[in-house]
């Protein structure tokens, strides 16, 4: 209703010249009409990036309507069935209004879609470059535009119920754990302060009471130095907040990592729980290929040019060709041999998979398919079968061609994804740890 309201309110003020009826009250239009472009929605969300969302979303939405209202009259004005002049007898007059329509649809427009433009986290760059580029195609831009309408809907939607249901059980703290939680990264990627490998689901997880710590070892190095690495860090932790033991969640080879830490003497006591996620138990069988396939002198090159790089962010010491390789089956078969599960610490594993490549995000499509060839279904890296992993597994995905990827595990670009809510996924994840007593 209200958005049928404000396509009236577009449209009155926008067609003034030619609709007797508005000409007495233009001065009454005129101010609604920029009330409009500051209030166009009745009911918002209760954040500022959302209620920015939502107003980009209700101007487009009127600008839309008050623009097909306007070609409708328009139209009218070749018939002779409106009480004014026809286009044929008053042409400067026609002329003069649809400058002025054009003039004030544009101002709805620009105002709606720089609003999205700039506040929506679920656009995408993809979908940005579209609308760019598809904006002077008649037709195409119509569909494109009621394509980032109903992005900017869903995602206002999503995050508003979110919102609302982490305010009703905020008092439960469903995820106060026993003892704090450290979140282990994967490989090729670091703790960074301003981009947080775990996306949005951290701060999910802390405001059901969730504690926090993050393991801030090196982007890539050998299971063994990480596992180090991660030891110091758990005893770190231990030291500074005086707990007794931490849940580990680990992505990727992050799971590797804490399993060889955990046989390192005396971490295994400080340790209550691991839960692995999209870990490569088993290794991945196409990372055995290409290691054999490609010339050393190109790895070596390969290899040299990414450590430098991290060294420049922060590495101490990178080592990519050592990651690489403890990624491969036949290194993991030696590495499950050689070091079992400790009694006492709950071990967990959780995998999910891509339903086709096209729902991974660049480079999982391509790597989706090499995957796929060696280890059958997979999650844009790791085969399914390499990732159960303790006493219990869950295996994730969803309807449809998109499924869930290696990156969306760790909501890594930030999506809403239908059917599954990666942010409340973990917080029933923890707060099934801390019914359990972890």
């Not at 472009?37 to 209700?58: D, E, I, S, V």
């Not at 649809?105 to 720089?114: D, H, P, S």
């Not at 309408?149 to 508003?160: A, F, K």
């Not at 869930?404 to 599954?420: A, K, Y």
Request: with cysteine; aromatic share 12%; hydrophobic share 45%.
């Amino acid at each position: 209703m209200g958005y049928l309201l404000f396509s009236l309110i577009y449209f009155m003020a926008s067609n003034f010249f030619v609709i007797k009826e508005c000409s007495s009250l233009f001065w009454v239009f005129l101010p609604l009409f920029i009330a409009g472009n500051f209030f166009p929605a009745f009911r918002l969300p209760r954040t500022k990036r959302l209620k920015n969302c939502a107003k980009g979303k209700a101007l487009l939405i009127a600008f839309l309507g008050s623009t097909a209202l306007s070609f409708a009259l328009f139209i009218l004005g070749f018939t002779g069935f409106l009480s004014v002049d026809t286009i044929f007898e008053n042409p400067r007059l026609w002329i003069l209004n649809t400058l002025f329509a054009i003039l004030l649809e544009a101002i709805v427009f620009w105002n709606g879609m720089l609003r999205i433009f700039f506040s929506s986290e679920q656009l995408g760059i993809k979908t940005r470059v579209i609308a760019v580029i598809c904006g002077m195609i008649p037709i195409v831009h119509l569909i494109v535009l009621g394509r980032m309408i109903q992005i900017v809907s869903d995602e206002i939607e999503t995050e508003n119920r979110k919102m609302i249901l982490d305010e009703q059980r905020h008092t439960q703290r469903i995820c106060a754990t026993k003892y704090p939680v450290l979140m282990v990264h994967g490989v090729f990627f670091r703790d960074f302060r301003y981009f947080n490998y775990w996306g949005r689901i951290p701060k999910a997880l802390e405001t059901n009471g969730a504690r926090i710590f993050y393991g801030n070892h090196q982007s890539a190095a050998s299971v063994e130095n990480s596992a180090g690495e991660l030891a110091a860090r758990i005893r770190e932790i231990i030291q500074e907040t005086g707990c007794e033991k931490v849940n580990i969640i680990a992505h990727s080879k992050g799971g590797l990592d804490c399993r060889r830490a955990l046989n390192l003497p005396g971490i295994a006591a400080h340790v209550a729980s691991l839960t692995t996620v999209n870990t490569p138990h088993r290794g991945c069988e196409f990372a055995d290929y290409l290691l054999t396939k490609i010339p050393q002198a190109e790895q070596d090159a390969v290899a040299k040019t990414y450590n430098a790089a991290l060294k420049k962010l922060g590495d101490p010491a990178p080592d990519f060709l050592a990651a690489v390789h403890n990624l491969t089956a036949s290194f993991c078969k030696s590495f499950n041999s050689m070091f079992p599960d400790v009694p006492g610490v709950l071990y967990q594993s959780i995998g999910s998979k891509l339903n086709k490549s096209a729902g991974g995000r660049f480079p999982l499509n391509f790597t989706y398919h090499l995957a796929k060839y060696f280890d059958g279904a997979n999650d844009g890296l790791v085969g399914e079968t390499s990732f159960p992993w303790g006493s219990s597994y869950k295996m994730l995905t969803v309807n449809g061609t998109r499924g869930i990827s290696h990156g969306d595990m760790i909501d890594l670009n930030r999506e809403n994804i239908s059917e599954f809510d990666v942010r409340e996924f973990y917080v029933r994840l923890v707060a099934d740890l801390k019914q359990r007593g972890y």
